[in-house]
Structure formats: structure tokens, C-alpha cells
T-cell receptor
Framework: ETGVTQTPRHLVMGMTNKKSLKCEQH?????MYWYKQSAKKPLELMFV???????ENNSVPSRFSPECPNSSHLFLHLHTLQPEDSALYLC????????????FGQGTRLTVV | GQNIDQPTEMTATEGAIVQINCTYQ??????LFWYQQHAGEAPTFLSY??LDGLEEKGRFSSFLSRSKGYSYLLLKELQMKDSASYLC??????????WGAGTKLIIKP
């Protein structure tokens, strides 16, 4: 138990569907992150939030839309995805942006069909 | 560009010692992390090095040479539960983590 919880653990969706991934952290951290993990590739940072404000967006396609309603919750809204978007999506949090000992959730295994 | 290199896969024997290397080229340096990730689970923090030298923590040790852009993770008295992927990550000058692709460690009896 890392203190970061992601739901759902597994998701299969069609290319025309709309779905959302949820992340919740119980650590009192100020920074939260979305990562994409594909097989045999480095973790790809997608979005960074600090104190509920987005501070990083690494050229992620608009079919991925993040939302951070408060410092404990982070969402990733998905729509019209492509099969190449199938991957493990990891949420992480850290005390702040400079202290990046990150605590990860167990991820959502996404399959786009 | 920024780059982290580590071997894709390594195999070792239970009870033995294994060293996983990581070399990096990044825009600035604010520390190097090692994480462990078991299949289907979250990465978990193992170590953080910001100064040159060896940091020991139980069976695991991590070494850093900033001048060489090099680190290694040393695992002693290997146990079957150490079978996992080991991720190297460097914190660059913008405090962004740059990740390696991970080393899958297979432990054989």
C-alpha cells in the first residue's frame, strides 16, 4: 500500500468510448503526476499538477484530458483513443515538485480495441 | 537530448550478488533514483543518490559517480522475491524526472 489508489485496475474501451481514470492520494502531497508506461519503454510523463494547477503538459494529444479538482484527487479523461494508447497508466504523488521521491499507484491497464 | 541507459534484462542465481548499471546524459543533475517494480504492481522507491559514493541500505546498495554519469544498484544475497524490474531515473535541472526503460531481473533457484 503506497497511499496512492487508482481505479479501475483494468479497462477495455472502444475507440469511440469516453472513460475516466481516477487517482486518489492520502499522503498530503502537493504534486501529482500522470505517467504512461509501455512495454520496454521509459516511463513517459504526461501531466504534472502542483497545488491543483497544471505545471507540465508534455505534448500529450488532446484525447487525454486531465482534471485536478483538489490536491488529493486526479482524473484522466479519455475519449476517441487509438489502439497505440493501450498501456499502463500510472498516477504518482510527491510532497512537492522539488522533492520527487514519488509514490505510485498500481496503475490502470488500458486496452483500446 | 536526455538519455538514460540500463540493460534490458539480467539473470542471476538465488543467494548471489548482482549489479545493475545505469548511465545518464541529462540537462543538469539533481539526484538519481532507483525504483523497484514487480510485475503488475506500482514502482516503489529504493534509493536516492545526489553525492558521489555508495549508499547502503540492507541488502541493497546504490553507487553514484557524477563525473562519469554513472550509477549502479547492487543487490546482495538475492532472494526469489527480488525478481522485478529496476528503474533508474535522474532528476534534471528543471526537477523533472528522466526515466530509463528499466532492467528486468530474473532470479533462478
Amino acid at each position: 500500500e503506497t497511499g496512492v489508489t487508482q481505479t479501475p485496475r483494468h479497462l477495455v474501451m472502444g475507440m469511440t468510448n469516453k472513460k475516466s481514470l481516477k487517482c486518489e492520494q492520502h499522503l498530503g502531497h502537493n504534486a501529482m503526476y500522470w505517467y504512461k508506461q509501455s512495454a520496454k519503454k521509459p516511463l513517459e510523463l504526461m501531466f504534472v499538477y502542483s497545488l491543483e494547477e497544471r505545471v507540465e503538459n508534455n505534448s500529450v494529444p488532446s484525447r487525454f484530458s486531465p482534471e485536478c479538482p483538489n490536491s488529493s484527487h486526479l482524473f484522466l479523461h479519455l475519449h476517441t483513443l487509438q489502439p497505440e494508447d493501450s498501456a499502463l497508466y500510472l498516477c504518482a504523488s510527491s510532497q512537492d515538485l522539488e522533492n520527487t521521491e514519488a509514490f505510485f499507484g498500481q496503475g490502470t491497464r488500458l486496452t483500446v480495441v | 537530448g536526455q538519455n538514460i541507459d540500463q540493460p534490458t534484462e539480467m539473470t542471476a542465481t538465488e543467494g548471489a550478488i548482482v549489479q545493475i548499471n545505469c548511465t545518464y546524459q541529462t540537462s543538469g543533475f539533481n539526484g538519481l533514483f532507483w525504483y523497484q517494480q514487480h510485475a503488475g504492481e506500482a514502482p516503489t522507491f529504493l534509493s536516492y543518490n545526489v553525492l558521489d559514493g555508495l549508499e547502503e541500505k540492507g541488502r541493497f546498495s546504490s553507487f553514484l559517480s557524477r563525473s562519469k554519469g554513472y550509477s549502479y544498484l547492487l543487490l546482495k544475497e538475492l532472494q526469489m522475491k527480488d525478481s522485478a524490474s529496476y528503474l533508474c531515473a535522474v532528476l534534471d535541472s528543471n526537477y523533472q524526472l528522466i526515466w530509463g526503460a528499466g532492467t528486468k531481473l530474473i532470479i533462478k533457484p
